[in-house]
């Protein structure tokens, strides 16, 4: 753990579990005389044990969902990943004219500087496709250009593989838009297409 962490960046660790294993793991980090866990050792402070309901990777999401953990952790990119993506959600139940997802309804979203909060995933940008990379990455620059907010979610976290699953990007937007929901992903190709001509 000591080689991956870098505690001059890490502002905090979450050691989540059910039961007692958390509780057992860092009376074992804090006892030992081992040299390499006195970094560890050095840092506990920026440890924080809570409680989650399993130890797969998905209780991520349930952990930084609690409300206790929200107000310990304000200040962090996850935890505004979370909150980000709850407020999406929130959005599209609420006022469903205001949040879309999808390329196409995002790009011309975009178009119109409609664009209040950006959620993308970081697949797109790794993806082989340069064209399609190009695109996100000015996505991306347009909305932070006019004064928009962006969240560049990690497919490895919960939060980025439920994005992922609503296509990688998704918008809140400043003002309602209805004319979006009747755009298929089909318009999002044809534009795609003319651009490259």
Known sequence: MV???????????????????????????LSTERPEFKPLQEQKSSFVLCHSSS??????????????????LADTKAAGEVRALTDFYTMLNN????????????????????????????????????????????L????RGYGGTVHIFSSLHGSGEKLGLLSGVAALLRFPM????????????????????
């Open 95 to 138: 006022e469903p004219a205001r949040a879309f997802y999808g390329p196409a309804q995002c790009l011309a979203a975009n178009e119109n500087e409609a664009i209040d909060v950006l959620l993308v995933t970081d697949t797109l940008f790794r993806s082989t496709d340069i064209a399609e990379r190009r695109k996100y990455v000015r």
């Open 3 to 29: 080689r991956h962490i870098d505690f001059a960046v890490v502002k905090g660790v979450l050691v989540a579990s059910p039961g007692f294993v958390k509780d057992k793991l860092m009376e074992y980090i």
């Open 55 to 72: 130890g797969h990777k998905h209780a991520d999401t349930e952990v930084l969902s609690d409300q206790n953990m929200t107000s310990r």
């Open 178 to 197: 209805p004319e979006l929901e009747d755009l298929t992903l089909d318009d999002s190709d044809s534009d795609s297409d003319d651009n490259n001509k």
């Open 140 to 143: 991306v620059e347009n909305v």
